[in-house]
């Protein structure tokens, strides 16, 4: 048996330009760090060899790997010429459709552990690139390509999107307790919505490439990123928690369906109570609520927020990675 956990991530500033539409005609960037909320993949020889068997929220028993329905399972086991013989699980620590980033840390976290398996070694980058190419290119999700660099390398970064394709990792070191001292200041609490990602970005990918007025809006959260990763080295916190703000009032006029009246209402309550900014996590529509906020006004925003879930959690350096492997 082999098992990899790979983690999920937090996007603080600049999603949406890891979008071929923008990055095709201008750099992108995303800020973003992995959190200690995981997807955990594991594969065990299965004893009919002819046979697979895929576990997620439904279990699957084929005969033929094009009759897996999972699309990622079917697709990385097609593209490897894998027959059969094999058992698959995936376990995730939240659920898919809230904003963190799941579906890829499946892809990455199913990858790595193939790769294991087959007693090859891979790094993170073409964890990640191999990913994007499943997905973007072979599935054709309309997805960016932020969250497969985030899960494959993990940690706190800026991922640059360059207009080529290429994609590049700058991995940032914060000294003096600043991450410790940004990690008390978040807060993040589950709206009670999933939402269909694929809905969302495709609105965005149209208004960012056929109106002029959404590039540019969007250009103006990237700028934001180098903003974030200059706050952050100097250590004034606030001031990050109000660039999460300024990127969320630009974010939401991207697309209609990126928010809503009932999160917009929350959203402000939360300003009102405490914090100095937050965003909605992911493509939009649903999940979970980033707020940043000073640790002594805390309470007063948990009590604001009662009536929605918080999740506590901390931040995760380390990528996707092979925790166990035994016999079989």
């Known amino acids: 048996m082999i098992i990899t956990k790979t983690p999920f991530r937090i996007s603080f500033l600049g999603g949406g330009s890891d979008l071929k539409e923008y990055y095709g005609r201008s750099p992108g960037a995303v800020l973003s760090i992995t959190i200690n909320k995981h997807m955990y993949i594991s594969s065990h020889r299965f ?4 046979q697979t068997r895929v576990k997620y929220s439904q279990t699957e028993t084929v005969g033929s790997i094009d009759d897996i329905k999972h699309p990622i399972v079917r697709t ?4 490897f010429g894998f027959q059969g013989g094999l058992e698959i699980s995936s376990i995730a620590d939240v659920p898919s459709g809230t904003g963190l980033g799941s579906s890829s840390a499946f892809t990455v976290g199913f990858l790595h552990n193939y790769y294991a398996r087959s007693g090859k070694f891979v790094t993170c980058e ?4 191999e990913a994007c190419e499943i997905e973007i290119d072979m599935l054709k999700e309309p997805i960016g390509r932020q969250d497969q660099y985030a899960a494959a390398f993990g940690g706190l970064n800026v991922i640059h999107f360059h207009t080529d394709g290429q994609v590049s990792v700058d991995r940032l070191h914060l000294g003096g307790g600043i991450i410790e001292k940004l990690q008390q200041n978040l807060l993040m609490f589950y709206t009670g919505k999933s939402r269909a990602t694929s809905s969302v970005l495709l609105e965005q990918k149209e208004n960012i490439a056929g109106t002029a007025g959404k590039f540019e809006a969007m250009r103006s959260i990237v700028d934001l990123v180098e903003q974030g990763r200059e706050v952050l080295y100097s250590g ?22 990126v928010t809503d009246p009932e999160i917009d209402a929350i959203y402000e309550h939360a300003l009102r109570s405490g914090a100095l900014g937050g965003k909605l996590l992911g493509a939009g529509g649903g999940g979970f609520l980033l707020f ?3 640790k002594h ?11 929605l879930k918080e999740l506590p959690f901390q931040f995760e350096l380390e990528g996707s990675k092979v925790i166990y492997v035994g016999s079989e």
């Open 297 to 307: 006004k805390q309470d007063a925003l948990r009590s604001a927020l009662s009536k």
């Open 47 to 50: 004893f009919e060899e002819n």
């Open 126 to 129: 073409q964890l990640a690139r």
């Open 76 to 79: 990385v086991l097609k593209r």
């Open 236 to 257: 004034e916190l606030n001031d990050f928690g109000r660039l999460l703000d300024k990127g969320w009032i630009i974010k939401r006029e991207l697309a209609s369906k």
């Open 292 to 294: 940043y906020c000073e």
